[in-house]
C-alpha cells in the first residue's frame, strides 16, 4: 500500500497529542473517542499511551515526565523523545477544538481499516481453495468490527435488555427493603432514608442552608455511613482543609468536646478515644481533596482516575459557590457560572454512575420573613439548580433564629424537592458541643 495514499493526519495528532501534555486534565474528553491505535504515526501512538497509563497511574504529566518515558524507546531513534514531545507542543494553535481534532483523527483510522478490510477481502477472494461462504462470512465480520468502532462505545439498547435490567434492579430493590436496608447508598439516618431509599446513581443531591446550620458536619455523616457500608466517597473541600475534616470525624466518633478539642484541654480518657476513634475512621475508604481552587472540570478528571481505581462510588462537594466558575466567554454573570457549574456536576454524577451530593448556601431572602425555613426559592444565584437536582435538601435548626424555642438542639432535614419521591421532614438532634447530629429517638449517633 502506497504510503502516500494511506489516510492520515499526523499533523493534528502532533497538535492533539502536543495539547494533551500542555493540558493533560482534558485527555478525559478524547479518551472516550481515541486509542492508541487511532494514531498513524507509532511516535504519536506510543506517547498517547503513554499519556493514558499516567493518568490512570495519577501521575503528574508535563513535558519533562512525558519525554522522560519516550527517551527510552527505540521509536524516538535513541533519546530524542523529549524533542519530539516538544515539537507536538509547538503545533498546538491558538483555540484548538480538541474534540474536533480527535474526531477527524478517528476518522482517518477507520478509513485506514476500511482500506486494509478491502485488500484482505480481494486476496480471500482471489483464493480458490476457500468457499465462497467462508470468504463471505470473514468479510462481514471485517466490516461488522468497522461498524462497531465507527458507532463508538455508547451503542444503544434494546428495550428487551432495558427491561431485563429494569426488573433486575426491582429485584435488588425488594430484597434491600424485605432486609430492613435502603435500596441505594445509605444515608446513616433511618428515616432519611425510608424517604428517599438511600443515594443512588447518577444522582445529584444538594444540601443547602444558611452558614452555621452543620452543612458540614451533616456531609460528614453522610460520608462516614457510605463508607462504614463500603462505598468509597471523595470529599472536595473547597472551605476547610483536610486536617480540619479529620478534626469533624475524630469529634464525631467520640465525646469529647469541640472546645476543648480545640483548646488542647484534653484528659487521658480523651486521647484514648480520640485514638480509638482514629484507628475506626482510618479503615474508612474516604478521599479528602482541599485544593482550594479548583473547577468542575478538574472535579471531573479527578473522579474519572478514582473511578478506574475503584475510589470514587459518592462524590461530595462543599460548596458550590466556592468552586472555580470562571470562563473565557464573555458577558457571563454569577448566576448563569452557578447554573453551569450545577449542570457540570449533574453531568459528572450521570457519567460516572455514583452520586454527587452538593453543598449549596442559601440566600438571605429565608431570614427577611417571619416564617425563616427555608424555600426552594431561596436557593442562592441559580433557579437552574432547582432544575438540575435529583434531590433537593434544606437543613434548618429554629434554635439559631429564636434561642427561646421549643427545638431547642433540634434540626430539621427537609426534602423538598425529590424526582421519584415523597416529600417530607427529617428531625435530628443536633449536639452542637461535638459538632454532629443524633437520632432524636436513640440519643446516640443517628442510625
Known sequence: MNQNTIPQAVELEQSVIGTLIMEPDRL????????????????????????IEMFDQNTPVDLYNVGKR????????????????????CKVGSGVNLLFQAQIIQQRYIARLLMYAGSKISTLAGDDTKDVADVLDESNKLIDKINALSCGSSAGQSLRDSLTESLKLAEQRQAAYLGGSPTGIPTGISDLNRLTGGWRGSQLIILAARPAMGKTALMLHFAKSAALNGTPVCIFSLEMSHVSLSDRLLLSECEVEVNRFRNGDLSGDDWRQLNEASAQLEKLPIHVDDNAVVSMRYIKTRCHILKKQGKCGLI????????????????????????????????????????????????????????????????????????????????????????????????????????????????????????????????????
Open 28 to 51: 478525559t474528553e478524547v479518551v472516550g473517542i481515541l486509542s492508541p491505535e487511532s494514531f498513524c504515526d507509532d511516535r504519536n501512538s506510543f506517547i498517547y499511551k503513554t499519556l
Open 316 to 447: 461530595m462537594i462543599d460548596y458550590l459557590q466556592l468552586a472555580d466558575t470562571s470562563t473565557k466567554e464573555r458577558n457571563r454573570n454569577r448566576e448563569q457560572e452557578i447554573a453551569q457549574a450545577s449542570r457540570q456536576a449533574k453531568i459528572i454524577a450521570k457519567e460516572l454512575d455514583v452520586p454527587v451530593v452538593l453543598l449549596s448556601q442559601l440566600s438571605r431572602e429565608c431570614e427577611k420573613r417571619a416564617d425563616k425555613q427555608p424555600q426552594l426559592s431561596d436557593l442562592r444565584e441559580s433557579g437552574a439548580i432547582e432544575q438540575d437536582a435529583d434531590v433537593i435538601m434544606f437543613l434548618h435548626r429554629e434554635e439559631y433564629y429564636d434561642p427561646n424555642t421549643e427545638d431547642k438542639n433540634i434540626a430539621e432535614v427537609i426534602v423538598a424537592k425529590q424526582r421519584n419521591g415523597p416529600l417530607g421532614t427529617v428531625k435530628l438532634a443536633w449536639l452542637g458541643q461535638y459538632t454532629r447530629f443524633a437520632s432524636l429517638q436513640q440519643g446516640g449517633a443517628a442510625q
Open 70 to 89: 519516550c527517551d527510552g524507546s527505540s521509536l524516538f531513534e535513541g533519546r530524542t523523545g523529549t524533542l519530539y514531545a516538544s515539537e507536538c507542543t
